[in-house]
C-alpha cells in the first residue's frame, strides 16, 4: 500500500502513509456529501457547497486544515509525475456550474451541458438508437475528485495506476464538454474496452459530428475509453 513497501518492485508512485490516511478520510467525507446532497446533486455540486454541507452536518464532519490541503495538492500536482499528460480543462478548484447551462437528462441521474453536447446526445439516439444510454454527463470539480479519490482507493494507493482509469480533478472534459454513452443492460461493462465490440459503438465511429477522446495508445496516457464522447 505505502511508497517504502512497494516501490522496490514497481516503477509506479504510491501515496505515503500520511497522505494514505487523509485520502481516506476525504474519499469517506465525498460519499457522505454525495448521500446528503443526492447523486444527480452531486454531479453539479462546487467544493464550497460541498465544505459547507460537510461542516453543518453533523453525519458527515467538517473537513480538516490537513483534508483540505490534500484536495488542494490534488488539484494543483502536476499528473504527469503519475503518467497523465492531459490538458487541465478547469482552473477553479471552485468551480461552479449553473443549473440554467445545463440539462437533466431523464431517468439518468446525469446532467449536459445545453447547446452541442445536448445536441449530440440526442442526434446520437436517433442515429444509434434507444439502446444508447447515457452512463456519465456532466462532472464538476467535486464529483470528479471523488471519482479520483476512490479509484486511488480501489487502487491501494497506487497513482499511477489510478490516474490511466480517472483523470484527475480539474482535468476532466466532463467538467466543461464530454459525456459517457453505454449500452442498454451492460452494467459495468460500458466502462471496459468491450464496448466497442458493440453494435452501439460500430454505429458511433461512423458519425461525423462526434469524436472519441481517448483513442489506443493516446498522447494524455489514458486508457482506451470507447464509451467516451469527445464533443467537437
Known sequence: MFANE?????HDVYLNRDEWALLVSVNDKLKKVKKYVGFANFNLLSLNDALFYARNYHKIGTFTKKEIAFIDKLFHEDPSQYGFYGQKTCENMNNK???KDVEKIPYTGHFL???KAEDDYKSLKKDVGNTLILTSGVRNVVKQLSLYTNKIYNCRGNMTKASVSIAPPGYSYHTISDF???RKGWGHKNFTADFASTYEFSKMKKLDYIGMRYNKNNSDGVRFEPWHVEVI
Open 6 to 10: 512497494l516501490m522496490a518492485d514497481s
Open 97 to 99: 456550474i449553473s443549473r
Open 113 to 115: 451541458f445545453k447547446g
Open 180 to 182: 459517457d454513452v453505454g
